[in-house]
């Protein structure tokens, strides 16, 4: 029997007051990595068509892109929970789409509940999942799959603009949402939904007042060197630490010291 964290131990870490921790992966190197250093939930999240595909958005990516990655980054974990992100295009959707895209995500791959994104506009899909108990995490505020209609990657929430955030965080729990991630909006809304609702809340750029922290583990690890929002806080300059190897190696296998005997099979 698995030792995963499972659906019961998010209500129980918010009511506990344990900040939730909450890391993007993609492959089983990083989920193993990762899931030993005590993550609680590895989101497969579809930032993989930034910084895993190179696209500028999130919006080409594929439910089977989506489901290849899943199924690696569960075979890499252990303990952490895991949760795939259903790509743009399936939630809004007639129910039946939704659910099939969700129970190819749990059939194939392993994963434990589903991301949703969008607020009020997808109650209808979340309820739908979660009625045939498929676990929803859903995701409200700056939602990157909704970029053309924000005008880009904007804040939300922002004045007048609070109350329809607090809306939607409100019809995801309402709806059945194990918790929530609440992407870009000031700090003092994110606080304010964090109290209000029952369900734990997941920032990302959404201030400390949340029950739990999410970060892509590219920014996290300072691999990415595209556009780095003020958010984001990097623990390892990583790319530079990988330039710094590579170029080593380069050298050595030019100057012709790599391999050296120690390196080689000798007999
Ligand atoms: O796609 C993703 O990685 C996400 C997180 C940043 C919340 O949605």
Do not use: W
Not at 27 to 56: E, P
Not at 165 to 175: G, P, R, W, Y
Not at 211 to 239: A, H, M, S, T
């Amino acid at each position: 029997m698995s030792s995963r964290l499972t659906v019961l131990d998010f209500p129980r870490f918010k009511a506990e007051n344990r900040p939730i921790v909450c890391v993007t992966a993609y492959d089983y190197t990083f989920a193993k990595l990762l899931d030993n250093a005590g993550v609680d939930l590895l989101l497969v999240g579809d930032s993989l068509g930034n910084v895993i595909q190179g696209h500028d958005t999130t919006l080409p990516v594929t439910l089977d892109d989506m489901i290849y990655h899943t199924k690696a980054v569960v075979r890499g974990s252990r303990k952490a929970f895991v949760a795939c992100d259903l790509p743009f295009g399936y939630c809004h959707r007639s129910s039946d789409v939704v659910l099939e895209a969700a129970i190819r995500v749990l059939k194939e791959t392993g994963a434990q509940a589903v991301k949703v994104e969008g607020g009020a506009s997808v109650v209808d899909s979340i309820r739908a999942l979660t009625s045939l108990q498929i676990p929803v995490l859903a995701h409200v505020g700056l939602t990157p799959q909704a970029v053309h209609a924000f005008g880009g990657f904007k804040v939300q929430g922002r004045g007048a603009a609070a109350d329809k955030v607090l809306a939607d965080a409100v019809a995801v729990e309402t709806a059945g949402a194990f918790a929530v991630v609440l992407e870009g909006i000031p700090a003092p809304l994110a606080e304010k939904i964090s109290r209000q609702l029952i369900i734990p809340t997941i920032g990302i750029g959404a201030g400390p007042g949340c029950d739990g922290q999410v970060l892509v583990v590219y920014d996290l690890l300072g691999f990415y060197d595209g556009f780095k929002p003020r958010f984001v806080k990097r623990y390892l300059e990583g790319g530079d630490l990988i330039h710094l190897a590579v170029s080593r190696f380069a050298e050595e296998v030019r100057n012709r010291t790599f391999p050296d005997h120690e390196h080689s099979f000798n007999d």
